[in-house]
């Protein structure tokens, strides 16, 4: 109990010493955004807890907007592509390809508790988001911290709404770990674990 609360101490301290920007775009928010209009695709491991569960899922995204989502945890075998030119999400929930669904990417079936949908599901959506957040609130530098062997710049954006906690990484410079709180009180963790982009893709990965 005495080092969780020295830890919580320790947290706060940084921020009441660290600069807050308010209501404008932190420079490494912009940079961010400029990195992901430069990318045509990228593969991460997306491992994620919230308020519905863990999850496991190789995302694969193209652009002008092409997503597929392979599950991992939970729905083992299922595969979901999204289209941006049809706006159309392929479903197959289970490995055999007899039992494939054709829905809108709003359907609720595949829309969660807080009303996330495939369409907007990628790091790009993530970021404005976040410069979303940042204009109606604040921005503040956090120390570096280490995230799977890399020194990540790290930056905490509050809004009255919602608070973003960002890993960045340090060579990409794009976020690897985001934790998200809720006003409500619920927290959402994301890990893009082996991010890679400008990978050659077949674009077959995104025929359904």
Known sequence: ?????????MFWICLLFA???????DPLLAEMMER?????????????????????IMYTYKKPGFIRMDFIRPY???LLIYNPIENKVTLRPFSI?????????????ITDSKGHTVNHS????????????????????LPIETLEELSCPRLLVQ???VTYSLWIHPRLRLPIKVVKFFSDGEK??????NLTVDVPLDDTLFAP
């Open 19 to 25: 600069p807050s920007v308010w209501g404008e775009e």
């Open 36 to 56: 992901f209009n430069a990318l045509t695709n990228y593969t991460t491991l997306l491992d994620s807890e919230g308020g519905d569960g863990r999850n496991r």
């Open 97 to 109: 390809r007899l039992f494939t669904f054709h829905l809108p990417p709003d359907n609720r079936l």
């Open 1 to 9: 109990m005495t080092r969780n609360v020295s830890t919580a101490l």
């Open 159 to 161: 809004s009255t709404r």
């Open 76 to 78: 083992k075998g299922a």
């Open 122 to 141: 990628d790091i790009g959506s993530l970021i404005r988001s976040v410069e979303q957040c940042a204009h109606e609130g604040t921005v503040t530098p």
């Open 188 to 193: 959402e963790t994301v890990f893009l674990h």
